[in-house]
């Protein structure tokens, strides 16, 4: 699966470098690019990329800011600073940035950045399992998230299904989203969150949606047309 990145600069010019050389390695895949700040913590909380490239000097706000941000919602996204002010190294350090690149850079040292990131991910994932804890009346509940075969919301309420139990909390998708380990999990539909890996089949409900079953449970998911054809891109890439 690619590594999929946003890239968040006030210069159109820089925006396309990066781009491009995104573009160039076949593992790689740009996802989303903003124009300031703002717009750049709004993309990546909907798109949830593995790396984001952020300029630091960009109207409405900055990128530290940006990526105090982004670290507290997406913990995972790897955040990498590109920027003509060495005098802000400090800072992002400090915002656990993962590389800081001083303009003008030669393109190659940005393939070096994305090729040490994808195999410190790809290290984690195949090392890591993922615990999350769920809170409710009864106590707490420390679920593994390889073992979750789908997240659905209903009536304030948000089930967590596994292939044995399923669990209910009060945290919303948004939230429990931000938790999880990227891979395997997918957003396909407002109401609901799957693992893609625990899908058994897909077929049609309506017009414009999808209803999907998964090995280990008889519940089901709704996914919206355009999201089964993100999906289906994404997991022939």
Excluded at 15 to 27: F, P
Excluded at 34 to 58: K, N, S, T
Excluded at 179 to 196: E, Q, V
Aim: aromatic letters at 8%; charged letters at 25%; proline letters at 3%.
């Amino acid at each position: 699966m690619k590594m999929r990145i946003v890239i968040a600069d006030d210069d159109a010019g820089m925006r396309l470098v990066l781009r491009k050389t995104i573009e160039s390695m076949e593992s790689m895949e740009c996802v989303g690019e903003a124009a300031d700040g703002a717009q750049a913590v709004q993309l990546c909380l909907e798109l949830r990329p593995d790396i984001v490239f952020l300029d630091v000097d960009m109207p409405i706000m900055k990128g530290t800011q940006a990526a105090k941000e982004i670290a507290s919602a997406l913990p995972n996204t790897s955040k990498v600073f590109c920027t003509a002010h060495s005098e802000y190294m400090p800072e992002a350090f400090e915002l656990y940035a993962a590389d800081y690149l001083l303009k003008p850079f030669k393109t190659d040292r940005i393939r070096q950045t994305l090729r040490k990131l994808q195999k410190e991910k790809l290290r984690i994932k195949t090392t890591t399992a993922k615990t999350i804890l769920l809170k409710n009346k009864e106590g707490m509940n420390f679920l593994q998230t390889k073992d979750i075969l789908l997240i659905y919301r209903e009536n304030r309420v948000t089930y967590i299904v596994t292939s044995d139990d399923s669990y209910t909390t009060s945290e919303s998708l948004n939230s429990l989203w931000a938790k999880l380990d990227g891979g395997n999990f997918f957003r396909c539909h407002r109401a609901y969150i799957i693992n893609t890996s625990a899908i058994a089949s897909v077929h049609p409900y309506g017009r414009w949606t999808y209803v999907a079953t998964f090995r280990g449970t008889d519940k089901t998911a709704l996914i919206t047309q355009e999201k089964l054809e993100e999906l289906q891109a994404s997991l022939q890439s």
